[in-house]
DNA sequence: GAGTGGTCTAGACCACGCT
DNA sequence: GCGTGGTCTAGACCACTCT
């Protein structure tokens, strides 16, 4: 039985929150758990419906839980379409939101660069994994990512040469390692394209490329993948909209 | 009296949230303005408090109102830091904000070419407002904007030449116009630099730049303003965070 | 029909700002 | 001390899903 104290610890909605948090962020509730109901975790708690339903209310709103009329709530779970659609903000000029597809140039286990593990939080010279890999857009070579993780979270990856990696990783890190990815933060730049990457691309060198550097992290805010793409947006464009 | 319908119209919080944007979209309430408290709405509205409560924490969600706990609930106001905050997504690569300086090159009344008519919902040839400037980030030029605006909405709005345009036009718009900025949408792409754009930031013709096109909306989704900015990414990025 | 979330009510007490 | 929003409760009825 876990505690709440009355006015202790601050409101007793955010403490419910707290609790749920760590229950799903712990993996005792995984990705799509149907969760217990209100009244039940009011019960539970010691807590009315109301103050239960103001903390899935929050929780609901940071996308963590999803809740379906006469089934119950359960745990946002990463598909496909919510995985683009979270965290892929390129669209076709036409508006047309495309599935990328993915080669894999390489993918090995390395000591970190010192910026590498200055954004994951790591020890200096950690090892991590360097994935490197382009993604077609309407069939037509578009970005050029660099993905880096914390080796340690994630132990088989890249070991066998002959894996295969699907399109979209955050699935694989959630269904075979169970690390969910929950927000991520991106800054764009404008960069000329190296040699290197304007070949893959097929452009020629120097070439305007849009570079998004982005840090993604976890429900609790450790950072788990540290990624560069440099993007053609030639027939594409980066999305943001803001209220 | 304003009439709610009891289950014809849908949930009463979102007839009461339709009403309250009516009243603040409306002009009746301008940015600012101290709106009545949730018990008074209630009584007004014969709902209960909760129903109030919910229908104002939903547009408290989207900024179109703010709380102050033991005041009263006030309409949005776009102050300098909440429009930097909210609408400008440049940062230094140090993660400070930095307060951009502007200087405006032209500001003239022209009929609309037929993107600009198109984007901003006018009819074709209507007469438009180009703004042209360059923005500073730490006294270096680091931004070229072109800025347009439907005619009709900003009457006085560049007929004086001598006139001097602030450095947020939001609040411009906000202030003498009454016309509140409240979402955006953008897309970003990476593009080389004009000439005439390279002189003015004072690089080489071709330098790859951040193109932003934003179309900005009022609350009830009229769009008001069509920018298209072109950045140098050298000390800053574009900052985006997603959950 | 039983169980779930979705909406709505009425009322309580607290924390805060003002005067 | 009064009025405001902030939290919390207890209970009602509705809409939906499943069996």
């Not at 799903?24 to 009315?48: D, Q």
């Not at 339903?53 to 996308?63: E, H, P, Q, T």
């Not at 379409?81 to 036409?94: E, I, K, N, Q, T």
């Not at 027939?235 to 943001?240: E, I």
Request: aromatic share 4%; glycine share 8%.
């Amino acid at each position: 039985m876990t505690t709440l104290t009355t006015p202790g610890g601050g409101p007793l909605y955010l403490q419910v929150r707290k609790l749920l948090t760590q229950r799903i962020s712990g993996g005792a509730w995984p990705p799509g758990h149907l969760i217990p109901s209100e009244l039940r975790l009011a019960r539970e708690l010691g807590v009315s419906q109301g103050t239960v339903r103001k903390a899935v209310d929050d929780l609901v709103g940071n996308n963590v839980l999803v809740r379906q009329q006469g089934k119950g709530t359960f745990v946002a779970v990463h598909d496909t379409r919510r995985a683009l659609f979270h965290f892929f903000p390129m669209v076709g000029d036409d508006g047309q939101r495309v599935l990328p597809n993915s080669r894999v140039l390489s993918c090995r286990r390395l000591p970190a660069k010192q910026s590498e593990a200055r954004a994951l939080d790591l020890p200096a010279g950690a090892r991590v994994i360097r994935i490197e890999r382009t993604r077609d857009l309407n069939n037509r070579p578009t970005i050029v990512e660099s993905i880096v993780l914390p080796a340690a979270s994630f132990p088989e990856l890249g070991k066998s040469r002959s894996e295969r990696l699907p399109n979209t990783l955050y699935e694989l890190y959630e269904e075979r390692y169970g690390i969910t990815i929950h927000r991520a933060e991106e800054q764009l730049r404008a960069v000329a394209a190296s040699a290197k990457v304007a070949k893959l691309l097929g452009i020629e060198p120097g070439a305007p490329l849009l570079e998004i550097t982005r840090l993604a992290r976890t429900l609790d805010g450790t950072p788990v993948e540290l990624r560069i793409s440099r993007c053609l947006t030639r027939a594409h464009h980066y999305q943001s909209n803001f209220v």
